[in-house]
């Protein structure tokens, strides 16, 4: 039985390539076209596989439609949280998870500091979308046009001396986000609060969230905190890993690294 559903298995992925006949897929699998005939049948009655006029077969509807429900079905927040816990566990800062709405950046999650001197956030508000690593993973994800779009109807507030201040280099910025995979604010929101970031991703490579930790200078300065930064990668792409339901990381994961990916070669910083 085991391995009646490996071989009809194996048919998904050879249409995924494109529609192929009976004898192909029977060459494929290497049994007889009787064989690959039946197993052929058995997904075209479940819809996964349909059989077009040419007597070809390829995908069929209710494939997408299940990868369409599974994924609209997913909550990124129930999957990272566990791995939120165990990185707070870990150093103590504060950890948060946030995903881009309607136009906003939006923390979804937040596992507090243990230290005396925490960082007032709540989940469900927007973030500093000028300056947060968060939204800058989330926006730096997006095509080129978008981005631009989006960067030109921005206000840009002077939180503090090292807030961005204008289009121009807020692009910048996130053309660099976008190269390197991993972005900070290191004072651009609050002078005395730094924080570093990853993007979480999808199965299809794009960023379907973001995860940050921050901390107080009192607590640990910014270089120290820059010291976790592959602390803080590696538990998004593991976040990322399960979230895409693979074994090894989506596509794209690790964007474009400068260096080492765990050794950070540039400060993205605001």
């Known amino acids: 039985m085991s391995q009646t559903v490996d071989r009809a298995l ?16 029977a060459e494929r699998l290497g049994v007889h076209k009787s064989t690959a005939l039946r197993l052929l049948r058995t997904l075209h009655e479940h819809g996964l596989v349909h059989r077009q006029q040419d007597q070809r077969y390829r995908l069929g509807a209710r494939l997408f439609a299940l990868a369409q429900e599974a994924v609209e ?12 816990q165990e990185l707070n566990a870990e150093c103590g800062h504060t950890i948060h998870l946030a ?13 507090e500091s243990r230290y005396p001197v925490r960082m007032y956030s709540r989940i469900g508000k927007p973030v500093a979308i000028t300056v947060a690593a968060v939204a800058k993973l989330l926006l ?8 631009r779009a989006i960067a030109e109807k921005l206000e840009y507030p002077r939180y503090t001396a090292r807030s961005i201040l204008n289009s121009t280099a807020f692009l910048r910025e996130l053309t660099l986000v976008r190269e390197q995979g991993w972005a900070t604010d290191l004072g651009g929101h609050e002078e005395s609060i730094n924080c570093i970031g990853a993007p979480i991703r999808g199965a299809d490579g794009k960023v379907i969230a973001a995860m940050s930790m921050s901390a107080p200078n009192v607590v640990v300065t910014a270089e120290e905190l820059l010291t976790l930064l592959p602390l803080v990668r590696r538990t998004a792409e593991a976040i990322s890993r399960e979230y895409s339901g693979s074994g090894e990381s989506p596509s794209g994961a690790v964007s474009h690294t400068t260096g080492s ?4 070669q540039k400060k993205a910083s605001s």
């Open 10 to 25: 194996s048919i998904l992925p050879l249409l995924a390539q494109g529609p192929a006949d009976l004898g192909q897929v």
């Open 73 to 84: 079905n997913l909550d990124v927040r129930d999957i990272a949280h566990p791995y939120l």
């Open 99 to 111: 995903v881009r709405e309607e136009g906003e950046v939006l923390y979804i999650d937040k596992v």
């Open 140 to 147: 730096a994800d997006l095509p080129e046009p978008e981005r």
């Open 261 to 264: 990916p765990d050794t950070p």
